[in-house]
């Protein structure tokens, strides 16, 4: 089983930068898909981004596209995501979270939950 805790949390103004990291203990984590969830107040938890085992496909949701960077570090049990732009609607705690997949990245699915760490954007 791979235990995750995700760091790097803060408070930012609005059109700053944030980089989280999620670091995972258990040797499995170089053979599962890692993701970044998102919970704001009062919302449900939504999907934010994704990484294959390799590293080699990331999957963004819409409203982080281009603006949000997700990548790993198996060497290192590591999965980071750089926020630039960063909106107060990007106002969340920001989990990770990993789910064993084959073929397209799932958005769903996903279990081993970390803490979270908490991103406030101002505005």
């Known amino acids: 089983q791979v235990q995750l805790v995700e760091s790097g949390g803060g408070l930012v103004q609005a059109g700053g930068s944030l980089r989280l990291s999620c670091a995972a203990s258990?040797?499995?984590?170089?053979?599962?898909?890692t993701a970044w969830f998102r919970q704001a107040p009062g919302k449900e938890r939504e999907f934010v981004a994704a990484?294959?085992?390799?590293?080699?496909?990331?999957k963004y949701a819409d409203s982080v596209k281009g603006r949000f960077t997700i990548s790993r570090d198996n060497a290192k049990n590591t999965v980071s995501l750089q926020m630039n732009s960063l909106k107060p609607e990007d106002t969340a705690v920001y989990y990770c979270?990993?789910?064993?997949?084959?073929?397209?990245?799932?958005?769903?699915?996903?279990?081993?939950w970390g803490q979270g760490t908490q991103v406030t954007v101002s505005s």
């Open positions: 979270s990993v789910r064993v997949a084959i073929g397209p990245i799932p958005t769903t699915g996903y279990g081993n």
């Open positions: 258990g040797r499995a984590f170089s053979i599962v898909v």
């Open positions: 990484i294959t085992p390799s590293g080699d496909s990331t």
